[in-house]
């Protein structure tokens, strides 16, 4: 079992900036893919950011060259800083860990297994 706690969402204005972090527990030995998913109200579930424990990344295209994700593995760690951001950013942000590694290899990739975190509120204000 992986447990992750996310952190760093918030309030900000339009073309501002934050940085989620996801601090991942338990059985980390079997992270492969870590990564970043958002749902705003009324919209599916969709990838953001994923990132391989070598450091191969997947961008969803509404996010590339505003979003960098980032991973520190002796700390079990993954960071998405978000710059530029827009109303249409505004979400619930979930961080998510998986042995398998189709989100970082596909845009569309949305896991059946692996670990989800609570979910951190992002609200982007025009």
């Known amino acids: 079992q992986v447990q992750l706690v996310e952190s760093g969402g918030g309030l900000v204005q339009a073309g501002g900036s934050l940085r989620l972090s996801c601090a991942a527990s338990?059985?980390?030995?079997?992270?492969?893919?870590m990564g970043w998913y958002r749902q705003a109200p009324g919209k599916q579930r969709g990838l953001v950011a994923a990132?391989?424990?070598?450091?191969?990344?997947n961008y969803a295209d509404s996010v590339k060259g505003r979003f960098t994700i980032s991973r520190d593995n002796a700390n079990n760690t993954v960071f998405l800083q978000m710059n530029s951001l827009k109303p249409e950013d505004t979400a619930v942000y979930y961080c998510?860990?998986?042995?398998?590694?189709?989100?970082?290899?596909?845009?569309?990739?949305?896991?059946?297994?692996?670990?989800w975190g609570q979910g951190t509120q992002v609200t982007v204000s025009s």
């Open positions: 998510h860990a998986d042995k398998s590694m189709g989100s970082v290899y596909y845009s569309d990739y949305d896991p059946l297994f692996g670990s």
């Open positions: 338990g059985s980390t030995s079997s992270i492969n893919a």
């Open positions: 990132i391989s424990s070598s450091g191969r990344t």
